[in-house]
Structure formats: C-alpha cells, structure tokens
C-alpha cells in the first residue's frame, strides 16, 4: 500500500532555511503519470498548496512562495525533498507531502504532517 | 488565482439529517477536454491528514460511503451527506485541481447539533 512520511526540523528560525523530505513506499517516482505534492496548513487555518514535482521531473510551486520554494527529487529514489527560504513565523505550519492522484492534480495519499514552527 | 470560497464557514446538524456545503470557484473549473469538473472535496479529522472524497466534482473515491456525495458544475458545487452520522464530524475542503495554484477553500466545520 502507499505510504508517506514527512521528516526535518520542528523548529527554525526566522530567516533559515527549512528542508523536508518526504519517504514514500507503494509507489514509483519513475512511472509516468506520478507525482509527489507538498501542502501545509497553519494552526486552525486552511490547506495551502505549495509545490508538486511529476515522475519526469516537471515541477509546479505556488506563485505566492515561488521564490522561495525547490522541490526535488531526493538522492534515494523513494525521496522527495522540499526547501523553504527565508522562513519567517508566518511559515508555521503542519506540512504535508502527498501522492498526487493518477487522473489529476490532486491528492489521494497523505502523511501524517510535521508541525514546523518559527520561532527566535 | 482561483479563488475557492465555502459556505457556511460552520454546520451544525441532528444525526440521521441532511448536511450541505457549498463550494464556489472563482472561475470555471469544468475541463473541455472530458467535460468533467476539476473538483475535489476532501474530510480531515482533528489531528489527521485529510482525506480524499469526491473527485470530478461528483466521482466518490473507493470506499467512501454512499451517503455522501457532490454535485455541480462550472463554478457551483456541494457536498451532500444525506444522513449525518457521527464519523462524519470534521471538517471538509474543496480544491480546485483545474490550473495552478490549486487552490482549497477555508474549509466548513460540520458539528452535531
């Protein structure tokens, strides 16, 4: 079965930099038609789509944090890694990597989420 | 962006009655290539990721229960349980899959009265 697991830091900084990966199973990265997406959500507040990358490493972000955000695959090839620029404490959030659906961008897989919080 | 915007934002329902939330797109969202709809809705639950339910606006993921269902089009949608149970206390999104970024709305909390 598909399984997702988010890891990296709890706790930043303003201004550092965040990296997270994703390790998944059930699933290949390299079969077309897949991808791996990255969506948070702050305290009591709504899902945010951030970025997805595609079995041929086509990439998406989300205009509003593009340049901020890399979406990559990782050096293992059930990896997907996430950077996050210039974190600031607006940026606290649990955040989620997911599989995206075969019919659409969408996601039909999740992680539990890592709650990232920025704080001095 | 398209702009995807919920109502109510709270709901609050007898077991056994009928829940209904709304999602409207800022913009079209149906797809003229397969004249489908590029809508999901999706549950979470405290503490939990959430979970896809309904995508194509209307097509129910495997194992989703049959008393729940989405209905419309372009830029109108709902998500519909006919017979509120229990379980079914969360709180549900739409999202958009039809162009980036894809959007969810804020989100409906739906209670037991």
């Given amino acids: 079965q598909i399984t997702l697991k988010e890891s990296g830091p709890t706790l930043v900084k303003p201004t ?9 199973s059930g699933f290949s990265l390299s079969t077309s038609g897949v991808g791996v997406g990255w969506i948070r959500q702050p305290p009591g507040e709504a899902l945010e ?3 997805l990358i595609f079995w041929d490493d086509d990439k998406r972000y989300s205009p509003s944090l593009k340049n901020r955000l890399t979406i990559t695959k990782g050096t293992s090839k059930n990896q997907v890694v996430l950077t996050v620029t210039n974190m600031d404490p607006v940026d606290t959030a ?10 659409g961008n969408l996601f039909d897989y999740w992680g539990q989420g890592t709650l990232v919080t920025v704080s001095p | 962006d398209i702009v995807m915007t919920q109502s109510p934002d709270s709901l609050a329902v007898s077991l056994g009655e009928r829940a209904t939330i709304n999602c409207k797109s800022s913009q ?16 979470q639950k405290p ?3 959430p979970k896809l339910l309904i995508y194509w606006a209307s097509t129910r993921e495997s194992g989703v229960p049959d008393r729940i269902s989405g209905s419309g089009s372009g830029t109108d ?4 349980i006919s017979s509120l149970q229990a379980e079914d206390v969360a709180v549900y999104y739409c999202q958009q899959y039809y162009s980036t ?7 409906t909390k739906l209670e037991i009265k």
Avoid at chain 1, 18 to 24: A, G, K, P
């Fill in chain 2, 77 to 80: 949608f709902t998500l519909t």
């Fill in chain 1, 16 to 24: 550092q930099t965040l990296t997270l990966t994703c390790t998944f």
């Fill in chain 2, 28 to 43: 079209s969202v149906l797809y003229s290539s397969n004249n489908k709809n590029s809508l999901a809705w999706y549950q």
């Fill in chain 1, 94 to 103: 649990t955040y989620y990597c997911a599989h995206r659906t075969s019919i």
């Fill in chain 2, 101 to 107: 970024p894809y959007t969810f709305g804020q989100g």
């Fill in chain 2, 47 to 49: 503490g939990q990721p």
């Fill in chain 1, 49 to 51: 789509w951030l970025a």
